[in-house]
């Protein structure tokens, strides 16, 4: 029975208005990869970053290595060992990647930094992973999966003790996820203590020893991921009984199965085009249909959405709406055709953080009737009340600033800035990315019934399991170009897995 | 690609040339005498005026005017000198705007050779030789002219409430202290109040309302300009009061505005501060052309208007 | 856990505006405190010929200027952007006034009219410069602030352009409801800004535009439209306080008319409570900001501050209120208080 | 399958990577070209007398202080901040130094009028009269920069206050204080200070040479260059500019970076005073109004970007001698009336800020294509 490394007890955390950490106990050993589980709002994050420095703790005390440790900033956590990477990446994007690795700590000379020894650490920390990167060049030119490596390695830098992966694979696709695991394993056999935080259940199964669950901000238990049920533990995640979830995922096929075929066309795509983002591409959405954007990371997802909801201008290439030929070059134009698009990036592109709820869900309609037809208060309490219950938003009241609600609850608020504006097409980027179970699932049942009032829904996701669940046509894209379209029951993991496959070995 | 993008400066670079040369080309004309005038700015009628006065008489006689106007910043001044230098210019003519920090520009002036003549503000220079003469009003003098009048009009004996100039100008330093000079001799005589109006109507009209609710007693105003005077006696006018019988007013510059407040009895008395410096300074140019000496300051008469002088003379005021 | 939320918030927390309010508001009634007892005659208030008289009607009649460009530089911080040349738009607009006024059989409103017009032009510039052309809103205002005074000397020839016309004058000397005209323009201004913004969406787009401009893009809000109509507001604005600068003293002083009032304006705003990063926007804040600032100065008058050092306290009492407004400084002084009560 | 499929993202991140390097130098060389075209229309259009190397000098000469001061205004705005107090800053440092030098320090008269600057006053007045060798005072100015730069610092960090606003009144405040030790302009007759100016210059040729502010500003510059690009502390600037946030994250000591940047520009103002009186021989607390706003438009017009963390000191010292470049043309035309030169500065400030903006988007879009 290997050593204890890490000892939290009794940890609180107060933020205003909220007790975001209630005397929560979490151990870890050497060698040994924890999973982290809960909802959004759970507080993983919020452990995290007391042990991080970034926060401090209220309450508690923590021990590393029998020593009581209280690391005021990240910088003296990684002192002590600690290191950190976070959900989001967290670089900077106009410095080279050799740059960011070493961020804070190049070797210097009399203070002067030796460019050539910040360069070979760079790589060597780079080779770490087995990844063959030019470290000279900008980060903001690397993909997002790149720079996520780039952040582990930065991690890894600095002789850790402790590593803490913060939702880590949230934009990583399937084979640099297990490029990841590789490492984590490795790691964890030179008897670090890595901390693993995700949303992803097989990805838990599949490295962590360990499973510690959180909700509400109090301890649920901890468990030998060997001995523990998906189903136990989601349902302790989530502090319901499963069979609801269950529900609600059986749902969606059995609704769309019905009404998949004979739908007429309502969006046509025909050789949508722009250099740079994704090659010609041909996509057709009928009403009250859910059309699947399946593919890697940056196979061109996003972009073909960017370019639907008139974001990016096409180079080349049509879209009609009903047979009408239009052409979309703004999101204005896009909204007028009864479009809408929730974006990857909830906190940068989705919401405005300090604005109200009520104001971030009757935005988009007001955004429509212009600047001078102002939709009065009274009705705009009654619209943002409406969806608050209907879609079972966590807020105190309608008043509350959206900055303040979890993350599922921001995608919530921003379903409900678009449903408000009764689109006939509705674009959904990652909806589910970075939410806990339940929520996902109330999501994934709202589009099935959406879809079953005859809305066309544009779905991109990186789990392919919700694809397949909820999509009666998918569209398989790699390396910015269409390879393939299922529908009805040719539609499954395994077929869609093989496309994207198939075409890396021609590759 | 680094040379896709260097194209567009190099088109730009060569169309520049191209344009440039034409200029140049009209820019020669017959070799004529080059005068460099850098002038503090415009931040008064009185220097617009000035300004004037000095453009109009070099194209009287035929002299180019190489004019700079320095926005009020000293160091634009000393890079017009400087410039002039360069540019070869046969006499400069500086307005300084302060007095210290000229010795080291002017010292290079005169290594090339090229005579200085100061207009309207003296400068301080352990090196007299640094400028050939100073063509200026007296701006002491004017504050004593203010200062004796006011005491006579007075009888010795009062309040008066000061409007300053911009602070630390020297102007507005020189009206103080003159004024205060000439006011020594009468015991009796109290400057009550004494805040700055920028020389500007808008501050003068602010600062006087002040004055007027502090409850000091008032008997007098002494304006370091016309304008400031002005916008106090709207301040005056607005508590109901008498400017020029219940408040005597005397200030300095005498501009038509200054005229036109005597003419209708709300301003006691305005004493000349000559922007007309043209004349008397290119006079001072011929003289140092054609070898004769010039005395170091040359002084324009300053007078002194009452009210009973303004009829007549309003219409005869250029500024 | 829901009802942890509604629970666990401060029981003294108050509605946003209100919050915000409170502490330029305390700041302006203790300076006021602070002249009641040591400032003789500050508090005297009479009538002279119909009208009231006093030290707290002329921070009133002065103020108006700062508060009316105060309105459109709120809208303008609130879309996250900042326009410096208000107060050389000032200068235009007087210069324009003064010089139709003196053109004979002019129709007065049509020199208005002229004057706001050529304010609305330099807040069209701008708003090209900033919302349309996406240049940075300092460098693009510094524009026009640098090149802005020069047009109005241009208009004016350098000269002291004075007129005498009464109507025109009254703008800026009159009396309505025996307080300053320019109160009631004020007064009317805020009206027409308060229902600009929260009768119409146009606060809600400012405020979403400057809190997060993609996503507000992606809403379906075209930014340029509302930074432009920003920067526009803000001529206007600048426009009227022209001309009432213009009219208060019978002429138009290129080159002194709203001279720095710019940072007057910038400062009001933000001590008002409105972030200087954009977002939400307290336009009754700026006014009273405004006030905050202009007492200062009057107080500066009163106790004879020479002026060289009046910028000194009006520095100090700036930051004052500001670091009050701060969360960090309720942070510190609540633990402050903790302590004192664990002790 | 893994290999291949990391290959192809990288080759892709490769290819685009050359181009980036090249675009991030592309403001630099748009601002570079500017000051080779204003100066080759210059030479062009005013002949020898502009193209003379004595013009070239005193570009430098009379820039010198500019270019200190925006060279420290640089780090402030890579930071992502902004500071206002520049010129207020110079201002009290010259009439500090001049009333150091200068025993007759005060007119009291003024005093009298104003009990609290008194009060503030009898501090200086104990100093200035015992009349401090120059080199002190000139330490103890830049001491009393530094410190000023960092209580702006602490209250931009530690209370969460925007730069604007704070660095504002921090230039009120300089501006009054500057005031309070000297009410006017003071000019500077200390023997060292002339001998300063007089004796150390590298002659160039008969009647050219480089005086020591010139000196100055090449050390400032290379100093700077250093700081910004050798050091960890112009690395974090860099970083915490760019996102303050992921540079908090990584570790990097967000606030005491930024005190030190605000510490650092109060130090260059200060130095910029220092060199102002080298330049003026005099101090004047009145000097230098609107000054920040040329040391910003400096470093904009040098590709700097206000929003932070993109940028070069290079670009700054270009930045300069582009306004430089625009008074002495103006001056070298010698037709444009007062209000017409103000007019000229403001749209040829435009003109370079749009030049560069053409350029910048030209090789983004090349670079876009290429990329593609």
Not at chain 3, 188 to 206: D, H, N, P, Q, S
Not at chain 3, 313 to 325: D, F, G, R, S
Request: with cysteine.
């Amino acid at each position: 029975m290997p050593d204890q490394l890490l000892q939290m007890q009794g940890i609180s955390k107060r933020f205003p208005g909220v007790l975001a950490l209630d005397r929560v106990d979490f151990t870890l050993r050497r060698g040994q990869i924890h999973g982290l589980m809960g909802e959004n709002g759970a507080g993983k994050s919020t452990l995290v970053k007391t042990l991080t420095g970034v926060h401090r703790r209220d309450a508690g005390t923590v021990l590393l290595d029998g020593q009581p440790i209280d690391p005021r900033s990240p910088k003296q956590a990684e002192a002590l060992g600690i290191s950190t990477v976070y959900q989001e990446v967290n670089l900077i994007p106009h410095l080279s990647v050799a740059e960011n690795i070493c961020l804070g700590r190049e070797p210097t000379r009399f203070g002067r930094i030796c460019w050539r020894a910040v360069s070979q650490r760079a790589e060597a920390a780079i080779s770490r992973l087995d990844l063959h990167i030019d470290v000279s060049k900008e980060l903001s030119s690397c993909s997002i999966a790149i720079q996520q490596m780039v952040a582990i390695a930065r991690a890894l830098d600095i002789d850790a003790r402790l590593l803490i992966l913060d939702e880590p694979t949230s934009s990583l696709d399937e084979n640099e996820s297990q490029e990841l695991f590789g490492v984590m394993r490795k790691l964890r056999d030179q008897g670090l203590g890595i901390i693993f935080i995700t949303h992803f259940l097989d990805q838990v199964y599949e490295v962590s020893d360990h499973i510690t669950v959180l909700r509400d901000g109090r301890l649920v238990g901890e468990y030998e991921t060997a001995s523990l049920q998906r189903v136990d533990l989601v349902s302790r995640m989530i502090g319901k009984d499963f069979s609801q979830i269950e529900a609600a995922r059986h749902a969606p096929p059995t609704a769309s199965a019905t009404t998949a075929p004979h739908k007429e066309k309502f969006v046509q795509v025909s050789a949508l085009t722009r250099q740079g983002s994704i090659a010609p591409i041909d996509i057709t959405i009928a009403r009250g249909e859910t059309v699947g954007l399946a593919g890697l990371l940056g196979s061109g997802r996003t972009e073909t959405a960017r370019l639907l909801f008139g974001i990016d201008k096409p180079d080349s290439g049509s879209i009609t709406v009903d047979g009408q030929l239009v052409s979309i070059s703004s999101p204005r134009q896009a909204i007028r055709l009864g479009f809408a698009f929730t974006p990857e990036n909830r906190k940068v592109e989705g919401i405005i953080p300090h604005l109200s709820v009520r104001e971030n869900i009757i935005l988009a309609i007001q955004a429509n009737k212009g600047i001078w037809a102002a939709l009065s208060r009274a009705e705009q309490l009654r619209i943002a009340d409406s969806f608050i219950t209907a879609l079972g938003i966590k807020t105190p009241s309608p008043e509350q600033a959206v900055a303040n609600l979890s993350g599922g609850n921001q995608q919530k608020v921003l379903l409900a800035r678009w449903l408000a504006n009764h689109p006939r097409l509705f674009i959904l980027d990652e909806p589910t990315r970075g939410i806990d179970v339940g929520a996902k699932a109330e999501i994934e049942k709202l589009i099935a019934s959406l879809c079953a009032e005859g809305m066309a829904i544009l779905f991109i996701s990186s789990e392919l399991e919700e694809v397949v669940r909820d999509c009666q046509r998918v569209v398989v894209l790699r390396d910015r170009a269409k390879v393939g379209e299922f529908t009805g029951d040719q539609i499954s993991e395994h077929a869609i897995m093989q496309t994207i496959a198939r075409h890396e070995h021609e590759a | 690609m680094l040379k896709r993008f260097l194209r567009v400066p190099t088109r730009l670079l060569c169309s520049c040339l191209l344009l440039a040369f034409m200029i140049a080309g009209c820019d020669r004309g017959p070799k004529k005498l080059v005068v460099g005038f850098s002038q503090i700015g415009a931040e008064s009628e009185w220097r617009t005026a000035e300004t004037e006065s000095i453009r109009s008489e070099a194209a009287k006689r035929g002299i180019r005017l190489q004019f700079a106007d320095a926005q009020q910043k000293q160091e634009n001044q000393i890079r017009a000198v400087r410039s002039f230098i360069a540019q070869k210019v046969d006499v400069i003519i500086l307005a300084p705007v302060i007095e210290p920090g000229w010795e080291p520009v002017l010292r290079e002036a005169k290594q090339e050779g090229i005579p200085v003549i100061l207009a309207d503000r003296g400068i301080s220079v352990t090196d007299l030789s640094l400028y050939v003469t100073l063509v200026s009003p007296d701006v002491v003098e004017e504050g004593r002219m203010a200062g004796r009048w006011l005491a006579t009009k007075l009888n010795g004996k009062g309040n008066i409430a000061e409007l300053l100039g911009t602070p630390g100008s020297s102007p507005a330093i020189d009206r103080q202290n003159g004024f205060r000079e000439a006011i020594a001799a009468y015991p009796d005589l109290k400057i009550v109040k004494s805040q700055s109006g920028d020389f500007t109507r808008a501050k003068g009209k602010e600062v006087m309302e002040a004055f007027l609710k502090s409850g000091e007693k008032i008997d007098a105003l002494y304006a370091h300009n016309d304008d400031m005077a002005i916008g106090a006696i709207q301040a005056i006018e607005e508590t109901g009061k008498k400017p020029g019988v219940d408040i005597i007013i005397v200030s300095i510059d005498a501009v038509r505005g200054a005229f036109q407040a005597m003419v209708e009895g709300k301003l006691n008395c305005t004493v000349e501060c000559n922007p007309l410096l043209g004349p008397p300074i290119f006079d001072a140019i011929e003289a140092i052309r054609a070898g004769k000496t010039v005395p170091k300051k040359i002084s324009l008469k300053e007078q002194l208007f009452e009210q009973s002088q303004a009829k007549e003379l309003l219409p005869t005021r250029r500024y | 856990m829901k009802l942890d939320y509604a629970q666990s918030r401060q029981p003294f927390a108050l509605p946003g505006w209100l919050a915000k309010l409170i502490w330029p508001v305390a700041a302006l009634a203790l300076l006021l405190a602070f002249n009641l007892f040591f400032t003789k005659q500050f508090f005297k208030l009479e009538i002279r010929d119909g009208h009231f008289y006093g030290c707290l009607i002329d921070i009133l009649n002065r103020g108006s200027q700062v508060m009316l460009l105060s309105l459109g530089m709120t809208l303008v911080l609130a879309t996250g952007g900042v326009d410096l040349s208000v107060g050389a738009v000032m200068a235009i607009a007087g210069a324009v006034a003064a010089e139709m006024i003196n053109v004979p059989a002019m129709p007065f409103p049509l020199v208005i009219a002229a004057a706001l017009a050529i304010s609305v032009l330099a807040g069209v510039w701008n708003g090209l410069l900033v919302g349309v052309f996406r240049i940075q809103p300092i460098v693009a205002t510094l524009v026009l602030m640098v090149a802005g005074r020069g047009v109005a000397q241009l208009i004016t020839g350098g000269q002291y352009t004075t007129f005498t016309d009464s109507r025109l004058v009254f703008l800026g000397n009159g009396h309505f409801l025996g307080l300053p005209f320019p109160v009631t323009i004020v007064a009317v201004m805020f009206a027409i800004t308060a229902i600009l913004t929260r009768k119409t969406a146009l606060g809600l787009f400012v405020e979403s535009v400057g809190d997060n401009e993609t996503a507000s893009h992606y809403a379906g809000i075209s930014s340029r439209t509302v930074k432009f109509m920003a920067y526009v507001f803000a001529g206007f604005c600048a426009g009227l306080a022209g001309i009432v600068a213009a009219a208060n003293i019978k002429c138009a002083d290129s080159n002194h008319i709203g001279l720095f009032l710019e940072l007057d304006a910038i400062l009001a705003v933000v001590v008002g409570g409105t972030a200087l990063a954009g977002g939400r926007f307290y336009l009754f804040g700026s006014i009273v900001g405004a006030l905050l600032i202009q007492t200062l100065t009057t107080t500066m008058y009163m106790r004879d501050v020479s002026p060289e050092v009046a910028p000194v306290p009006k520095a100090i009492v700036i930051i004052l209120v500001c670091l009050i407004q701060s969360p960090a400084f309720h942070q510190q002084v609540r633990k402050l208080f903790t302590r004192k009560a664990t002790a | 399958m893994t290999q291949s499929a990391g290959n192809t993202t990288l080759d892709y991140g490769r290819e685009r990577a050359r181009m980036r390097i090249a675009s991030k130098y592309i403001p630099l060389l748009a601002t570079a070209s500017v000051v080779v075209i204003l100066y080759v229309y210059g030479c062009a259009a005013y002949g020898p007398r502009f193209a003379s190397l004595r013009v070239l000098v005193d570009l430098f000469k009379d820039n010198a202080f500019l270019g200190v001061a925006a060279i420290g205004a640089t780090f402030v705005i890579l930071s992502g901040g902004i500071d206002l107090s520049v010129g207020a800053v110079v201002a009290f440092t010259s009439i500090l130094i001049a009333a150091f030098c200068e025993h007759h320090g005060v007119n009291c008269d003024y005093l009298r009028r104003s009990p609290d600057a008194a009060v503030a006053f009898y501090r200086y007045r104990h100093l200035a009269t015992h009349h401090l060798h120059p080199l002190l005072a000139i330490g103890v100015s830049l001491v009393l920069g530094s410190l000023f730069g960092a209580l702006q610092g602490c209250i931009i960090h530690f209370y969460r206050q925007p730069p604007f606003l704070v660095t504002l009144a921090g230039m009120f405040f300089a501006r009054g204080m500057g005031f309070v030790i000297h009410p006017q302009s003071l000019g500077i007759k200390q023997p060292f200070y002339i001998a300063f100016l007089n004796d150390i210059k590298i002659p160039l040729v008969a009647g050219v040479d480089i005086p020591f502010t010139v000196m100055c500003l090449a050390v400032v510059f290379l100093v700077a260059l250093f700081i910004a690009h050798y050091t960890r502390f112009g690395r974090a600037v860099y970083a915490i500019g760019d996102d303050e946030q992921s540079a908090t994250l990584m570790g990097l000591p967000a606030g005491r970076t930024k005190i030190m940047v605000y510490t650092l520009a109060g130090f260059t103002s200060a130095l910029a005073g220092v060199v102002y009186t080298f330049y003026m021989q005099s101090g004047d607390p009145a000097s230098c109004i609107g000054f920040e706003l040329d040391a910003i438009a400096a470093v904009v017009i040098g590709g700097t970007l206000l929003s932070g963390g993109v940028g070069f000191v290079g670009g700054t010292a270009m930045g300069v001698l582009i306004l430089g470049l625009i008074q002495n043309l103006i001056i070298f035309n010698g037709k444009l009336n007062s209000w017409w030169t103000r007019i000229a500065v403001g749209l040829l400030v435009l003109v370079f800020i749009a030049i560069q903006n053409v350029v910048t988007a030209a090789s983004r879009r090349t670079t876009r294509a290429a990329a593609g």
